[in-house]
């Protein structure tokens, strides 16, 4: 069975920084275009950053020169560095493999 | 950026309802949409992937159709598991975007 486990997730002050980690089971990270997306409390889904299995990344605006997707194909991990953390990052972090299975989640809140 | 117009963002229906959930994309994305379902605090689960293709094990009540600009995602009778909060999603570009989202409520 495909799994996806996220951690990482805390709170922390504007400008801060955290990394999260998508542990895989069933599936290889390198293998497989893998995803993060992220929801806003009581918001919609927001596609934050993606992965290839080549190794090209591409962010979303709103996050690009702050945020780093990458990979540990060794550890089957998949990891998003966050940097300069604002308040409007505040969400649950979603890691997704192609569309499917989704990781649980991890929530992110950025407040002072 | 392609936007995704969904609708309605509430409906209230009664079990054993057809209930009809509307995607509208601002440009062509052929057939390269998902619908979700998602319940309160939980992670979203893929129901429909190809705008049309059921999900292993998902119920055959969930269907799907439509391309290019218009999609539809049809449950032909509500259950009571079946109220939670629905999106789709497009990924026709590495960029992806989802619909705002339809939450089911019971009537």
């Known amino acids: 069975e495909e799994q996806l486990v996220e951690s990482g997730g805390d709170l922390v002050q504007p400008g801060g920084s955290l990394r999260l980690s998508c542990a895989a089971s069933g599936l290889n990270v390198g293998d497989n275009y893998m995803t993060w997306v992220r929801q806003a409390p009581g918001r919609g889904l927001e596609w934050v950053s993606v992965?290839?299995?080549?190794?090209?990344?591409y962010y979303a605006d709103s996050v690009q020169g702050r945020f780093t997707i990458s990979r540990d194909t060794s550890k089957n991990t998949l990891f998003l560095e966050m940097n300069n953390l604002r308040a409007d990052d505040t969400a649950m972090y979603y890691c997704?493999?192609?569309?499917?299975?989704w990781g649980q989640g991890t929530l992110v809140i950025v407040s002072s | 950026d392609i936007q995704m117009a969904q609708s309605p963002s509430t409906l209230s229906a009664s079990v054993g309802d057809r209930v009809t959930i509307t995607c509208r994309a601002s440009?062509?994305?052929?057939?390269?949409l998902a619908w979700y379902q998602q319940k309160p605090g939980k992670a979203p689960k893929l129901l429909i992937y190809?705008?049309?293709n059921l999900k292993s094990q998902v119920p055959s009540r969930f269907s799907g159709s439509g391309s290019g600009t218009e999609f539809t995602l049809t449950i032909s009778s509500l259950q009571p598991d079946d109220f939670a909060t629905y999106f789709c999603?497009?990924?026709?570009?590495?960029?992806?975007?989802f619909g705002q989202g339809t939450k089911v409520e019971i009537k």
């Open positions: 440009q062509s994305i052929s057939s390269r």
């Open positions: 190809k705008a049309s």
């Open positions: 999603h497009q990924y026709s570009t590495y960029s992806w975007t």
């Open positions: 997704v493999k192609g569309f499917d299975p």
């Open positions: 992965i290839f299995s080549a190794g090209n990344t």
